[in-house]
């Protein structure tokens, strides 16, 4: 069982993100009614939303001549270039009904990735680094001290919400039945590879 000083973090549990979304995550919608079940076992319940602005600076279509999952160079660092995702209002960026149960129990729906010019994949920063959602101190306000990760996509928006966790003073935990991952091929191994790296030597933990 979870404490009361526990917060269930569901990144991003969205139909674009699902087999037939536009940056479909493989078997991403399976643990949809996983999470929706682990749901219930917590007192603080916390979904993202990824919600971009039509023609957003992550988008490849918004950069001439470059590809999706493509690398570019942006004032605050390496940008992955996606396809065009989670826009506002769209369908694709809706919920995955099997989520609902967790999502009518939430206590905070975080939406990131607003911003034209600048991309979100944690749940606590922009992809700058520096620029706060607020989730933090409202975790704080609700007296959480251990942050139990799950959703899409365990390499990117999963991980980067983890690691910030760990940033931001919090235990982060990570249920990887409860993720599914991207696993971009990066050098001689993947997004995958390079997130676990991350994990170990920052002190996310993979298991309750
Ligand atoms: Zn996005």
């Given at each position: 069982?979870?404490?009361?000083?526990?917060?269930?973090i569901?990144?991003?549990?969205?139909?674009?993100?699902?087999p037939?979304?536009?940056?479909?995550?493989?078997?991403?919608?399976?643990?949809?009614?996983?999470?929706?079940a682990l749901a219930?076992d917590?007192a603080?319940v916390?979904v993202?939303?990824?919600w971009?602005?039509?023609?957003?600076s992550?988008?490849?279509?918004?950069?001439a001549?470059?590809?999706?999952?493509?690398t570019?160079?942006?004032?605050?660092?390496e940008?992955?270039?996606w396809?065009d995702?989670c826009?506002?209002?769209?369908s694709?960026?809706?919920?995955?009904?099997?989520?609902?149960?967790?999502v009518?129990r939430a206590?905070?729906i975080?939406r990131k990735?607003?911003?034209?010019a600048?991309d979100s994949y944690?749940?606590?920063?922009?992809?700058d680094?520096?620029t706060?959602?607020?989730?933090?101190?409202?975790l704080?306000d609700?007296g959480?001290?251990?942050?139990?990760?799950?959703?899409?996509?365990y390499?990117f928006?999963?991980a980067w919400?983890?690691l910030?966790a760990?940033r931001?003073?919090?235990?982060?935990?990570v249920?990887?039945?409860h993720?599914?991952?991207?696993?971009?091929?990066l050098?001689s191994?993947t997004?995958?590879?390079?997130?676990?790296?991350?994990?170990?030597?920052?002190?996310?933990v993979t298991s309750?």
């Amino acid at each position: 069982m979870t404490a009361a000083s526990d917060a269930l973090i569901v990144i991003d549990p969205q139909l674009d993100f699902c087999p037939g979304g536009s940056l479909a995550v493989m078997d991403g919608d399976a643990v949809m009614a996983p999470i929706a079940a682990l749901a219930r076992d917590f007192a603080h319940v916390v979904v993202t939303q990824d919600w971009h602005p039509a023609g957003h600076s992550s988008f490849a279509s918004s950069h001439a001549g470059r590809q999706p999952f493509e690398t570019i160079a942006m004032p605050y660092g390496e940008q992955v270039l996606w396809p065009d995702h989670c826009i506002q209002g769209t369908s694709g960026a809706e919920f995955h009904p099997a989520i609902a149960d967790a999502v009518a129990r939430a206590d905070l729906i975080v939406r990131k990735g607003s911003n034209p010019a600048v991309d979100s994949y944690s749940a606590f920063f922009e992809n700058d680094r520096a620029t706060r959602t607020g989730l933090a101190g409202a975790l704080r306000d609700r007296g959480v001290t251990r942050c139990v990760f799950v959703g899409l996509a365990y390499d990117f928006c999963v991980a980067w919400s983890a690691l910030d966790a760990r940033r931001e003073g919090f235990e982060a935990v990570v249920l990887k039945d409860h993720a599914r991952a991207i696993a971009m091929p990066l050098g001689s191994g993947t997004s995958v590879d390079a997130a676990e790296e991350l994990f170990a030597a920052h002190g996310v933990v993979t298991s309750m």
